[in-house]
T-cell receptor, first 113, second 113 residues
Framework: EAGVTQFPSHSVIEKGQTVTLRCDPISGHDNLYWYRRVMGKEIKFLLHFVKESKQDESGMPNNRFLAERTGGTYSTLKVQPAELEDSGVYFC???????????FGNGTRLTVT | GDSVTQMEGPVTLSEEAFLTINCTYTATGYPSLFWYVQYPGEGLQLLLKATKADDKGSNKGFEATYRKETTSFHLEKGSVQVSDSAVYFCALSDGSGYSTLTFGKGTMLLVSP
C-alpha cells in the first residue's frame, strides 16, 4: 500500500508570504494528524482530524495556521502570513482507528527567510 | 502537561557496541510508550511500543521496557550496526483513546564501521 505522502518536500519562502502544505494519508485512514518539529526542539502536535472534522486542534500555534480536510481525504495546512519562527519540518501522520499506531510521511521542510 | 525527556545526542558508537538511549516521562494516567526512528531522508517509523507497566517492546534487535516505578522507557540494543544510524524519538500517548503523541527532542545515533 502507498504510504503517507507529503508535498512539497522542501519549501523556502520569504517572511510574509503564504505557503500551503499538503498531506495524502493512507487510503481508508480516517485519522489524520499534523505535527511540527522546530530546529532542535521536540516534535509538537498541531491537530487531529477524524475524517473531515477537527477532533483536536489544541496544538495550533495561532490563527496564521489553517488546516482543512475537505471530503475527509487529503489535508492542507496553510500558513499565512509566514513568520521566521514557522521554519521547521511539518509531519503528517495517519491511522485507521483512534488508538492504532501512526504512519508518518517524510515531512515538509519549511524555511522562512 | 505530559512531557518526555531523552538524552542529548549525538551518540557515537563503533559497530557491534552496546547501545542505551535513556528516556523518562511525565504523564497523568496510564500512557502508552513508543520509540520512533527516522532514517536519513525518511519519515518517522514506529520501532517498538509498550502499552502497560512491565511490558517489553522489541523489534530489529532493539528493546525497551516500560518501567512505571522509574517512569522510564530506555532503548537498548546489544550490537549496533552502521545501518542503525538514525534519529531516535521517545514518545507517549496519554491513553485517552487517540494516538496524539508527545515526543522527546530526539537522539541522533551515529555508528561507525
Amino acid at each position: 500500500e502507498a504510504g503517507v505522502t507529503q508535498f512539497p518536500s522542501h519549501s523556502v519562502i520569504e517572511k510574509g508570504q503564504t505557503v500551503t502544505l499538503r498531506c495524502d494519508p493512507i487510503s481508508g485512514h480516517d485519522n489524520l494528524y499534523w505535527y511540527r518539529r522546530v530546529m532542535g526542539k521536540e516534535i509538537k502536535f498541531l491537530l487531529h482530524f477524524v475524517k473531515e472534522s477537527k477532533q483536536d486542534e489544541s496544538g495550533m500555534p495561532n490563527n496564521r495556521f489553517l488546516a482543512e480536510r475537505t471530503g475527509g481525504t487529503y489535508s492542507t495546512l496553510k500558513v499565512q502570513p509566514a513568520e521566521l519562527e514557522d521554519s521547521g519540518v511539518y509531519f503528517c501522520a495517519s491511522s485507521p482507528f483512534a488508538n492504532s499506531p501512526l504512519h508518518f510521511g517524510n515531512g515538509t521542510r519549511l524555511t522562512v527567510t | 502537561g505530559d512531557s518526555v525527556t531523552q538524552m542529548e545526542g549525538p551518540v557515537t558508537l563503533s559497530e557491534e557496541a552496546f547501545l542505551t538511549i535513556n528516556c523518562t516521562y511525565t504523564a497523568t494516567g496510564y500512557p502508552s510508550l513508543f520509540w520512533y526512528v527516522q532514517y536519513p531522508g525518511e519519515g518517522l517509523q514506529l520501532l517498538l511500543k509498550a502499552t502497560k507497566a512491565d511490558d517489553k517492546g522489541s523489534n530489529k534487535g532493539f528493546e525497551a521496557t516500560y518501567r512505571k516505578e522509574t517512569t522510564s522507557f530506555h532503548l537498548e540494543k546489544g550490537s549496533v550496526q552502521v545501518s542503525d544510524s538514525a534519529v531516535y524519538f521517545c514518545a507517549l500517548s496519554d491513553g485517552s483513546g487517540y494516538s496524539t503523541l508527545t515526543f522527546g527532542k530526539g537522539t541522533m545515533l551515529l555508528v561507525s564501521p
